[in-house]
């Protein structure tokens, strides 16, 4: 957490609170969050390193548009990712590529900065209607499916 957010108490609840519910998320396509804590005043996050592009990245440095099946399989890893935190009562909020993975040896998608999650039984810290995160901001803004494809 940033310095200027962890001298706020609220955020700092926020922060540990959202990164209780994210550790709690078990799924091949959800990043593993081994620890929550804070050290000096400073709440942080140990989290499974991913060896690849964000998804974001992925997208803008392919040198033709994504295939339909490369759309399919982003699609399928993302939905996966998002039902398993579902299941949990976790609600994303702010998915985007930049917020997603994709493991070069595997080639698995997995979501990551689970920092706007809502648990849906607990509205004390995120209220119904509030505007956090990336507005107007699709997962698949970027994904180009060729024409042919769509036939």
């Known amino acids: 957490l940033a310095a200027d957010m962890a001298a706020n108490a609220e955020a700092r609840q926020r922060f540990l609170r959202e990164g209780r519910a994210a550790a709690d998320l078990k799924s091949d396509h959800v990043v593993t969050i081994y620890q929550v804590g804070e050290d000096a005043g400073v709440p942080f ?6 060896d690849g592009p964000s998804l974001d990245t992925w997208l803008k440095t392919r040198p033709v548009p994504a295939t339909a099946e490369e759309v399919l399989w982003v699609a399928r890893d993302l939905l996966a990712g998002l039902a398993a935190a579902h299941k949990k009562g976790r609600v994303h909020r702010d998915i985007k590529p930049a917020n997603a993975m994709v493991e070069r040896e595997t080639r698995r998608v997995k979501i990551l900065d689970f920092g706007l999650t809502r648990v849906t039984d607990d509205h004390q810290l995120t209220r119904d ?20 494809a769509l036939a």
Not at 45 to 50: C, D, K, N, V, Y
Not at 129 to 148: D, F, H, Q, Y
């Open 129 to 148: 209607g509030a505007v956090i995160g990336t507005p107007a901001r699709s997962a698949v803004s970027n994904l180009r499916v060729p024409e042919k």
């Open 45 to 50: 996050l140990a989290m499974e390193f991913i």
